[in-house]
């Protein structure tokens, strides 16, 4: 990776210019973590003040995302709209309803008309899933699994609106990952069931039964947040 000092005037800008460069060319792709500030003021040739306010210029504009405890991570390629920092702020809940509503549609229209393409991809994009090392790596290939379901559906409109819903998703799935209230042992394995059969209902063309998967995968997590409080009862 290469790095380019800042050296000009405006350090502030210079250094957001330029961590906005390394994002945008995909140095560092979305969901990955940003270096310490040590080692990101190291980087940029810049004082820790100058790297923190960088920093907090691309948080503002939807581009990274601090967790707490955990660091700084890659939201977003570019700036993202006020449109898609309202989504960030909504609540989980809301979130996981409109996911509900977006894919059992999907998982309908990708059963009557996926290709032998689609098919394959969904396999692949299920292998990967199942294969997750981590929580972040589980969340990033459910993403991909459930975007190849809404491009197996073949209405760009959908696939429109998912890619503008994906950040706000990932969010919430981050969310549902990380708290334990919200899964167990038992559970991930009904969930990760829940996904097999729905890779198999679209391939074997049976929009019903891709319906009933897409469900019973969201309704639980829908079920669990309103136990935990999360959502309304």
Same mark, same amino acid.
């Given at each position: ?5 800042? #050296? ?31 080692? =990101? ?16 210029? !691309?948080?503002? /504009? ?23 920092? $309202? =989504? ?11 996911? *509900?509503? !977006? ?19 969904? #396999? *692949? ?10 929580? *972040? ?5 459910? =993403? ?8 197996? *559906?073949?209405?760009?409109? =959908?696939?429109? !609106? ?7 998703? #990932? ?17 991930? $394995? ?7 059969? !729905? ?19 969201? /309704? ?14």
């Amino acid at each position: 990776m290469t790095v380019r000092p800042v #050296r000009h005037r405006s350090l502030v800008e210079e250094a957001t210019a330029e961590l906005r460069r390394l994002i945008g060319t995909g140095e560092w792709p979305v969901g990955s973590k940003l270096p310490g500030e040590v080692e =990101l003021s190291r980087l940029l040739g810049v004082g820790r003040t100058t790297s923190r306010e960088a920093v907090r210029v !691309l948080i503002a /504009d939807g581009q990274l995302r601090a967790r707490q405890g955990s660091g700084t991570y890659v939201a977003a390629a570019a700036p993202v709209s006020e449109f898609d920092r $309202e =989504l960030r702020r909504s609540e989980v809940f809301d979130v996981y309803e409109v996911r *509900a509503a !977006l894919e059992v549609e999907a998982g309908r229209l990708a059963a009557q008309r996926r290709t032998e393409a689609d098919v394959a991809a969904l #396999r *692949a994009a299920l292998a990967a899933r199942d294969a997750a090392a981590d929580p *972040a790596e589980l969340v990033e290939t459910d =993403l991909e699994l459930h975007r190849q379901v809404v491009r197996a *559906a073949h209405n760009p409109v =959908l696939i429109r !609106l998912f890619d503008s819903f994906v950040d706000a998703l #990932r969010e919430a799935a981050g969310h549902v990952v990380a708290d334990n209230r919200l899964h167990d042992g038992v559970e991930a $394995e009904g969930i990760t069931h829940a996904h097999r059969t !729905l890779v198999e209902a679209i391939a074997a063309g049976d929009p019903d039964a891709a319906v009933a998967a897409t469900q019973a995968n969201l /309704d639980h997590t829908l079920d669990r947040l309103r136990a935990t409080g999360t959502g309304p009862r």
